[in-house]
C-alpha cells in the first residue's frame, strides 16, 4: 500500500498544521528515513532554499530520526524514487510539474509501497483532476489519485461546484492552505 499526503499549500511556513503534516510523513517510518525532495515545479535557483526550508521542517518534527535528503534530478529520477522512503513533491509551477512528470511513464510505479508527498502542485499532479485557480478550470492530473482537489482552498462555492461537475464518482478533496489528507490506495 501507498501512502499519500496531500498538503494545501505553504508548508514552508511554521505552524501547528505544518507540524502536524511533517509528522505524519514520517509516522510507522523506521530510524533512517531517505527522503528525496521533488522541485521540478521550481527554478533550479530556488533548489538550496527548498532544500533548508525542507531539512528545518522535517527536522524539527521527526523525533530525533536519522534523515538523509537527496534532492530529485531528471537523469536517474526512477532510480532515486526506488532508493527513498518518501516521495516529497513540492508546489510551484504545476503545468511544468505536471509536463516534466509525463516524461516518466513509469513514475506511478515507482511510487507503490512508498510514502508519497504532494503540497499544492504535488497533490494536483497525483489527482485525476484539479482545480487551476490561473486558468479557472479543472484540468487533468497524472489520475495516480482518484480524486478530485482543489488547493489554498477558501470556501470559493464556485470552485467546489466545478469540481463536482467534473468529478461526478471521485471523492473531491478540499484543501486550504496548511490543511493536509493522508489516503492510503
Known amino acids: 500500500m ?17 507540524n502536524n503534516f511533517f509528522k505524519e510523513i514520517v509516522k510507522k517510518l523506521g530510524n533512517e528515513i531517505k527522503v528525496l525532495l521533488v522541485y521540478f515545479a521550481s527554478q533550479e535557483s530556488e533548489y538550496k532554499e527548498k532544500l533548508e526550508q525542507e531539512k528545518n521542517s522535517f527536522l524539527r518534527n521527526s523525533e530525533n530520526r536519522s534523515l538523509k535528503f537527496e534532492i530529485a534530478n531528471r537523469n536517474n529520477f526512477i532510480e532515486q524514487i526506488k532508493n527513498a522512503d518518501v516521495i516529497y513533491i513540492r508546489g510551484g509551477d504545476t503545468f511544468k510539474l505536471l509536463e516534466i512528470l509525463k516524461l516518466y511513464p513509469k513514475f506511478s510505479e515507482a511510487i507503490e509501497a512508498k510514502v508519497v508527498v504532494g503540497s ?14 490561473i486558468r ?3 484540468v487533468n ?4 489519485l482518484p480524486i478530485a482537489i482543489a488547493c489554498h482552498y477558501k470556501g470559493k462555492q464556485e470552485t467546489l461546484e466545478l469540481l463536482k461537475g467534473k468529478a461526478k464518482d471521485l471523492e473531491i478533496v478540499l484543501l486550504d492552505d496548511f490543511e493536509h489528507k493522508v489516503i492510503i490506495a
Open 2 to 18: 501507498t501512502k499519500y499526503v496531500l498538503h494545501g499549500g505553504f508548508s514552508r511556513k511554521k505552524n501547528d498544521l505544518n
Open 136 to 138: 479557472e478550470r479543472i
Open 141 to 144: 492530473g497524472l489520475g495516480i
Open 120 to 133: 499544492s502542485a504535488g497533490a494536483y499532479v497525483l489527482s485525476k483532476y484539479f482545480y487551476s485557480r
